[in-house]
């Protein structure tokens, strides 16, 4: 499962670079003021990465937690 999470999250930073520059490419072409509404999907996309890698470190987190209550117990 970890190595799905790591390859999602490259894949939301990716979306995010594709997009920003394909609209940005599109709006110097045809003009901004129809492609700007674009980049909320591109800034969807950023906010997926950054909030994939929050969770990630919260569930290392709570696995590392998780295995020090078991050490515990014994």
Do not use: P
Not at 31 to 37: I, L, M, N, R, T
Not at 60 to 73: G, L, P, R, S
Request: one cysteine or more; glycine letters at 6%.
């Amino acid at each position: 499962m970890e190595s799905y999470n790591k390859v999602m999250q490259f894949f939301w930073l990716a979306m995010g670079v594709v997009l920003t520059v394909v609209i940005t490419f599109l709006g110097f072409k045809e003009g901004f003021a129809k492609w700007v509404g674009y980049y909320l999907m591109a800034g969807l996309c950023f906010l997926m990465y950054f909030v994939k890698r929050w969770m990630m470190k919260r569930m290392e987190k709570h696995n590392a937690w998780i295995q020090d209550q078991k050490e515990k117990q014994q």
